[in-house]
C-alpha cells in the first residue's frame, strides 16, 4: 500500500503507540485526590509544562481538547461569546478548514459581522486584504496557515503585526496543517491550534495554545477541568504522550521536509507523462501537500480506481469528503469547474519515498490510459 493522505491523518509513531499502551495501565482519574490520581494529574501536567516550552509558551497557555476542530471552535466562538462587548466584527477568509467555517457562520447567526476575505490566485490571504478590512470593532482575525487544500502558505507574521496594531484585536491561527512541516511565528499568535494525529500522534489529542491574559466562553460545561474552559475527565494518556509526538514533530520537521520535497518534486516531474495532468497547488505552498488535476477523469473516479491499486489520496479535504461537491477552496482560487471537479490531493510525511512516488505516476498512467475520458 502507498499512502498519501497524510494531510487526513498520518499513522502514530511506535515510540508515540508504546507510550501510549504503558500509560493505558495508569488509570488514574486526573483530578481525583488519591494518590493513583495524584500520580495522572503530575504526569498530564509534566507534558503540558514540556509543550509550553517547545511552543514557546507557559503552561497556563496550553489547553489540551479533543481534535483540531473543536481547538478551532474553542478559539473562535469561545474567543467571541466572550468579548463581543469590545466589538462583534471578526475577520476570516473564504478557505478557511470546515470547522472554522460552521463556526463563523454560527456567530453569523448570533449576529456577529463576519468579513470572509477572498484568498488570491496563490491561494493565501494577504496583509493588506486584512488592513484594510480592520477596523475598531474588529476583536478577532481567524485564518489557516497551511491550506490543507493545496499546501498554500499565508504569512502568519505580516499578518500578526497587521493585527497587533488594533490593541482589541487577537490573531488565532489554524496550525494543524503546518506544525512539524514548516516554520511558525510561536510567539506572535495570541490562540493557536494543534492536533496530534497529523503529526504521527494520537487521535483523540489536541490543543490551543491561548494566551494567558485571553477571556474565553467555554463551550462544554460541567468541571474546572483545563482552568474551567473544558468540562469533563482529561484522556490523560493521549495528552501525556502528546509531549512526546511534538518534540519528534520539531525535532525531525527538517529531515521530512526533505523528504517530502524529494517525492513532491518526483510527482511534479514526471506529471508530464500524463496527458492533460497538471499541478493545481501554488508555487511556494508547503512540500506535504500537492494538489494535481486530471482533465480526462474525475477526482472520484481516480480516487476509487487508486483505492483499487493500493494507494491512498484524497480528492477534497477529510471532513467533506462525502459531500460530493466540487472543492471550494479551488474554486475561491479562480480555478475552473473543472479543475475543482478532476483534482486529487497528495499528501506526504517523511515516511514516503521516491519509488512511491515514481509507482504512483505510473499507476496513474494505466488507469488514465484505460478508463480517461479522450481530451
Do not use: W
Amino acid at each position: 500500500m502507498i499512502y498519501f493522505d497524510n494531510a487526513a491523518t498520518t499513522p502514530v509513531r511506535p515510540e508515540v503507540a508504546a507510550l501510549f499502551v504503558k500509560l493505558l495501565g495508569e488509570y488514574g482519574n486526573p483530578d481525583s485526590l488519591h494518590q493513583i490520581g495524584r500520580h495522572a494529574e503530575k504526569l498530564l501536567e509534566q507534558s503540558r509544562s514540556k509543550i509550553a516550552k517547545m511552543l514557546h509558551a507557559s503552561p497556563q497557555e496550553i489547553i489540551f481538547t479533543s481534535c483540531a476542530s473543536e481547538s478551532n471552535s474553542m478559539a473562535t466562538v469561545g474567543y467571541a461569546l466572550a468579548n463581543q462587548s469590545r466589538g462583534k466584527r471578526i475577520i476570516t477568509s473564504n478557505s478557511e478548514h470546515s470547522s472554522t467555517t460552521a463556526a463563523m457562520n454560527y456567530l453569523e447567526s448570533l449576529g456577529f459581522d463576519i468579513v470572509r476575505l477572498p484568498i488570491h490566485e496563490d491561494g493565501t490571504v494577504h496583509a493588506e486584504d486584512v488592513k484594510e478590512a480592520m477596523n475598531k470593532e474588529t476583536i478577532l482575525v481567524s485564518l489557516i496557515h497551511v491550506s490543507n487544500e493545496t499546501g498554500a502558505i499565508t504569512d502568519l507574521s505580516e499578518i500578526a503585526d497587521v493585527v497587533h496594531e488594533h490593541p482589541v484585536c487577537v490573531f488565532h491561527a489554524d496550525c494543524t496543517q503546518s506544525f512539524g512541516k514548516v516554520d511558525i511565528p510561536f510567539e506572535k499568535l495570541d490562540l493557536m491550534t494543534l492536533s496530534a494525529h497529523k503529526i504521527h500522534g494520537m487521535k483523540g489529542s489536541a490543543l490551543l495554545k491561548k494566551k494567558k491574559s485571553l477571556v474565553l466562553q467555554p463551550l462544554i460545561f460541567g468541571g474546572q477541568q483545563e482552568q474551567g474552559l473544558r468540562g469533563g475527565t482529561e484522556n490523560a494518556p493521549v495528552h501525556i504522550a502528546l509531549a512526546k509526538t511534538i518534540r519528534l514533530a520539531l525535532e525531525e520537521q527538517e529531515k521530512s521536509r526533505v523528504q517530502m520535497k524529494a517525492v513532491r518534486d518526483r510527482v511534479i516531474e514526471r506529471l508530464h507523462e500524463i496527458p492533460g495532468a497538471h499541478v493545481l497547488s501554488p508555487e511556494g505552498s508547503a512540500e506535504s501537500i500537492l494538489c494535481v488535476c486530471f482533465d480526462s477523469m474525475t477526482s472520484q473516479v481516480l480516487q476509487n480506481a487508486l483505492d483499487e491499486k493500493g494507494i491512498c489520496v484524497s480528492a477534497i479535504s477529510t471532513c467533506e469528503s462525502k459531500s460530493g461537491m466540487a472543492n471550494p477552496v479551488l474554486l475561491n482560487m479562480g480555478c475552473t469547474l473543472k479543475e475543482a471537479t478532476h483534482n486529487i490531493r497528495l499528501s506526504f510525511s517523511g515516511g514516503n519515498t521516491v519509488e512511491e512516488a515514481d509507482e504512483f505516476i505510473d499507476t496513474v498512467k494505466e488507469i488514465v490510459s484505460a478508463y480517461g475520458l479522450p481530451l
